[in-house]
């Protein structure tokens, strides 16, 4: 199959809307928490950046798709932003179970440049979900967060799984359609929206930022706190593998993201276990 022919169109929607799954956001039986469980999981610094992120990918996707010409296309993205907004619901049901307070949420603006926003998204996520795929299994094996909680998330993040993978091939295929000469500009667009963020987490990973839109990159420090940076890179890179393992492997994989790890951890040095004999 060749990337950018109309075979690969119809693959990468077509798994999309194939493994598109329903469950009910609003009406979710959250676990009643006790003691630590709750303070921890109020105390958790992001959950309004975690409302507002989904609430602006979610309209930054429907947007796409309502300016989106080809059919099968279009009615990939409407589902893509049918479920961002349903992550959306999911977190805001949650902080209001809880009792978090997000605080008052910015009305929601008009997307201006959609090419552009869904561009700068899509990265986003390319970021945001690697980390997730890690923080997520972190967290259910630390017992950080009880059983029933990670359940809850589980479908929600391979949802995001999904959007990385078709968002991935959208992008090939859109490249790859232009002509030639136009591809430099498209990749320069690319480039620009992984610079922009890469610095807007590599600012908050140096403390200049607010800590809370990092959270899937350094939250494996508070949610289970003897692990190394080392070995949350490999359970990401481990996790990364698995979350795409059941999909079509002629659809392209996410490549940037775990190549820079791969490349990170190369570098790293290797904890060496001590010499404790006498
Ligand atoms: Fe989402
Ligand atoms: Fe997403």
């Not at 977190?91 to 959609?114: A, C, N, Q």
């Amino acid at each position: 199959m060749e990337i950018g022919s109309l075979e690969h169109r119809d693959l990468f929607c077509q798994f999309f809307v194939d493994s598109h799954i329903e469950f009910d956001a609003e009406h979710v039986p959250w676990p009643r928490l006790e003691g630590d469980a709750r303070t921890r999981l109020v105390g958790l610094p992001f959950w309004r950046e975690a409302v507002l992120t989904e609430s602006t990918t979610a309209r930054i996707v429907k947007a796409a798709a309502e300016h989106e010409a080809d059919p099968t296309m279009r009615a990939a993205l409407a589902i893509q932003g049918d479920e961002e907004a349903r992550h959306s619901a999911l977190l805001r049901s949650l902080t209001t179970f809880y009792g978090i307070d997000v605080g008052e949420l910015p009305p929601s603006r008009s997307t201006r440049h959609v090419a552009w926003d869904y561009l700068y998204a899509g990265y986003g996520e390319c970021f945001d979900s690697f980390f997730a795929f890690g923080l997520i299994r972190v967290a259910r094996e630390s017992g950080y967060f009880s059983k029933d909680l990670v359940n809850i998330f589980e479908p929600v993040i391979q949802e995001e799984a999904r959007h990385i993978l078709f968002f991935v091939n959208w992008v090939a295929y859109h490249r790859i359609r232009r002509h030639w000469w136009r591809r430099p500009d498209y990749d320069l667009r690319r480039a620009a929206v992984t610079a922009l963020q890469i610095v807007n987490r590599a600012k908050t990973a140096r403390g200049f930022g607010k800590r809370d839109e990092n959270f899937t990159m350094k939250g494996h420090q508070e949610v289970a706190a003897d692990i190394s940076t080392r070995r949350f890179l490999e359970i990401c890179l481990e996790e990364n593998e698995r979350r795409f393992a059941p999909y079509d492997c002629r659809l392209l994989r996410p490549r940037f993201v775990p190549g820079v790890v791969r490349r990170v951890l190369s570098l790293l040095p290797v904890q060496r276990l001590s010499a404790a004999s006498p």
